[in-house]
């Protein structure tokens, strides 16, 4: 549910915005915006130099201070507020109003290709002039880690990290002199018992109502699977360019709300060894304005041709699009076996272990028909996660791409042969980089993605993540190696 006092997406104009800052006592206009990588970027202004001309014309910033923008000799930017996305605040001390931007050259006039958001805009304008669709909906299960304490460092002779949660069934046999209260969930327990097994109850409740405050449209919280403070709060599906802004909202109140009560929240995909790691499982689906596409009583698992072409589409780029959809070296500590991680490309009805999974809690009802495909995780920049799984589904409907057969038995029934014939995700970040040079055309179809776009992404994920991990030693590698 929201909250009927909230703004998001009620307010359509600039001036529209600039009466409610006026009228309701809002000292601070806070301007955010995407950068290329995923994180969202922010200055704040007084309210009274919210005008009209920053909606018309924008106001400018230094793009080359921004990761994946500009070159520092060509560094003015443009940002231009989206009056839709404007939310107050519920986190901040003082009377916020917080609004998304789009970036734009302040030469041209142009909106920026390398602006996450209008490479999430051009793929919702490309399914419409498709002719296949006139909107997709979006619902991704993003999850957490809530920790007590993260310290970590690395140098030429020391690297080590050490998280600790109270949770963690690592604290069974604390003795600090403090009193050990046990009651924590066991390793893979967290899913999903009752308090003081879940200590975290008060704290996702209070992260909600936060949200819900914000505007968000919230389903359901609970605890996750892995010991030490996992969860999950179910955000509502919703368009691509607006889900795609309601998670960076949902990430901004998790880590300020958690943070306000001493703790840390990480959307880090695998910070624990041996436990289940965090994913963004991503519902999806297309619809011809109130009617949906996906759903025919008579297919398999109620689906339509549309649906399994669509399938068919984001199995043949799967590991392309998870060079933006599980796009950090952390997210193939996660992808492997043993830990309900969907590292087998193929599709099932109900098998959590297949990448895609047709959910059937709800039959017979074509509203809820729709594809889950569960090898994401929240390093993603929601904008081009999301375009590149839609750009991949339409490939699969424009060339009727068939998915194949389901795999709908136990994966780990399988024999060493039937599982060698199952395509695999990629085992590394360096994999899925090379998977995206090798298949990339069915991006660049309608301009959405541009070279320059997949080119960038490709050399600072390989250049400032996946070489950096190479070139360090790991501490575990002294346990293998330093008696050899």
């Keep these: 549910m929201t909250s009927d006092n909230s703004i998001l997406g009620k307010l359509h104009t600039g001036q529209e915005v600039i009466d409610y800052v006026s009228n309701n006592g809002i000292l601070i206009v806070d301007l955010r915006f995407i950068d290329l990588i995923g994180t969202v970027q922010h200055f704040s202004i007084p309210a009274s130099e919210l005008t009209d001309s920053i909606f018309e014309l924008g106001t400018g910033f230094d793009g080359s201070s921004v990761r994946g923008f500009q070159a520092i000799n060509e560094s003015d930017m ?166 795609a802004d309601a998670v960076q909202v949902y990430k901004y109140i998790v880590k300020n709300v958690a943070l306000a009560n001493g703790k840390t929240a990480t959307f880090m995909p695998k910070p624990l060894f041996n436990d289940n790691g965090t994913g963004m499982h991503t519902h999806q689906s297309l619809w011809d304005a109130d009617k949906p596409l996906f759903y025919d009583k008579d297919g398999y698992a109620e689906g339509s041709e549309t649906m399994f072409h669509y399938i068919g589409g984001l199995l043949k780029h799967a590991r392309a699009v998870l060079a933006f959809a599980a796009p950090s070296t952390n997210s193939y500590k996660r992808l492997v076996p043993g830990f309900e991680a969907p590292t087998s490309l193929a599709y099932s009805r109900r098998n959590r272990s297949a990448a895609f999974r047709i959910p059937m809690y709800e039959q017979g009802i074509p509203a809820t028909k729709r594809v889950e495909f569960r090898a994401p995780d929240p390093m993603a920049n929601t904008y081009l996660a999301f375009s590149a799984m839609l750009m991949a589904g339409l490939d699969g409907i424009r060339n009727k791409i068939d998915p194949g057969d389901a795999l709908d038995q136990d994966i780990y029934d399988l024999t060493d042969e039937e599982l060698a014939a199952i395509p695999q995700v990629p085992g590394s970040l360096e994999e899925a980089l090379q998977a995206l040079e090798q298949d990339h055309d069915f991006l660049l179809e309608g301009d959405v993605f541009t070279k320059d776009v997949i080119d960038t992404w490709i050399e600072y994920k390989r250049v400032e993540e996946a070489d950096q991990i190479r070139l360090r030693p790991h501490s575990y590698e002294y346990f293998l190696y330093f008696d050899g």
Aim: hydrophobic letters at 35%; glycine letters at 8%.
């Design 78 to 243: 443009l940002i231009v507020p989206d009056p839709e996305t404007a939310f107050v605040d519920p986190v901040l001390e003082h009377p916020t109003l917080a609004l998304m931007c789009d970036i734009k050259d302040p030469i041209t006039g142009e909106s920026y290709s390398r602006d996450p958001r209008y490479v999430a805009r051009k793929a919702e304008q490309y399914l419409k002039d498709s002719g296949i669709a006139t909107v997709s909906y979006w619902g991704p299960e993003v999850e957490f880690f809530i920790f007590d304490n993260a310290r970590f460092d690395y140098n030429s002779n020391s690297g080590y990290h050490f998280i600790d949660s109270e949770e963690g069934i690592w604290n069974s046999g604390r003795d600090d002199g403090r009193p050990n209260l046990a009651h924590r969930p066991r390793h893979k327990g967290g899913y999903f018992p009752l308090p003081p097994v879940d200590s975290m109850q008060n704290l996702r409740t209070e992260i909600i109502l936060k949200m819900m405050e914000a505007g968000l449209h919230i389903d359901k919280h609970h605890h996750e699977v892995a010991t030490a403070g996992q969860s999950e709060i179910g955000l509502h599906y919703g368009s691509l360019v607006k889900q």
